[in-house]
């Protein structure tokens, strides 16, 4: 018996994801709808094509990325309202997680268009598939292009006891990990996820202190895509939280949030931003 072909329904917008790396890796589901929606919204039309091809798919393409999503959501919509079938598909991985896509599905919701999710490769879940991790995740994505905004973001995560993962491109690469180890601790284990599905697929798992010597030791380990997953706050870190946040409580009893937090900092050894916005929920909340 042979599977059921699917086709591609008049005015519906099918989220298609497509592979990180390995053209193999696209379920049927995928390459059914790609061959008979009547268009194919995609972040790089160039690079959608050598998919496309490798499948024997000829398609109407039209570009759909970070720098005309609102413009090419609102020609979208147009068309799907007009009975036109649509996939939106990036250049690797799923619409919307850390690519385009996201600003399309809320006008389409919003034009009570159907939307139709195929699920597929994902960079994050296949980087977590291989890191044996035994317990709970936080997926953050990107971190910001700067030093000062990225150790900022990362100072907010550094309190969490899920394992933190990120994306990272190589020519920020050993920036971010040096501020990974600079904000949240050397002792932290790091598994760097490299090239997943590619020729020069790699996994490396260290402790974040000894990350930049192991990149830098060869430049191959600089190339490519990455996604890295950090360790969680130690369980040992607890009792000292716990001791900062009393701390805190104390001094907000006669102090405002700022000052307050800064003290705390000083006398536990805890990080101040963290403290900082604990102060000021608590504020909020009296």
């Known amino acids: ?89 990036s250049d690797a991985g799923t619409p919307g997680i850390s690519d385009p896509g996201a600003a399309v599905v809320r006008a389409a919701r919003a034009a ?66 040096a501020d990974l180890a600079a904000v949240l601790g050397g002792e932290r284990r790091l598994l760097v996820a490299r090239e997943l599905t590619k020729r020069f697929e790699e996994f490396h798992d260290c402790a974040l202190a000894e990350a930049l010597e192991w990149l830098q030791g060869d430049e191959n380990r600089q190339r490519g895509e990455f996604v890295l997953i950090v360790s969680g706050r130690p369980a040992e870190a607890d009792a000292g939280l716990k001791e900062a946040e009393r701390v805190l409580a104390i001094l907000l009893e006669d102090l405002p949030a700022s000052q307050a937090a800064r003290l705390a900092a000083r006398i536990t050894g805890a990080k101040k931003n963290a403290l900082y916005d604990l102060a000021v929920s608590i504020k909020q909340g009296e």
């Open 112 to 177: 009570g268009i159907a939307i139709v999710p195929l699920p597929g490769p994902s960079a994050v879940a296949t980087a977590l598939s291989a890191a044996g991790l035994d317990g709970d995740w936080l997926f953050h994505g990107f971190l910001p292009h700067k030093s000062g905004d990225r150790r900022r973001a990362l100072e907010a995560l550094a309190g969490e006891a899920a394992s933190l993962v990120f994306y990272e491109s190589p020519h920020r690469l050993l920036d971010t990990v």
């Open 1 to 89: 018996m042979q599977p059921t072909e699917f086709q591609a329904r008049p005015g519906s917008l099918y989220i298609v994801a497509t592979p990180i790396g390995n053209l193999r890796d696209i379920t049927l589901r995928a390459l059914d709808i790609l061959k008979s929606v009547d268009l194919i919204a995609a972040e790089d039309t160039r690079t959608s094509s050598v998919l496309l091809s490798a499948h024997g798919i000829a398609a109407k393409l039209i570009a759909c990325h970070d720098h005309n999503e609102r413009t090419a959501a609102a020609t979208l919509v147009e068309k799907l309202l007009a009975g036109a079938s649509v996939a939106l598909i």
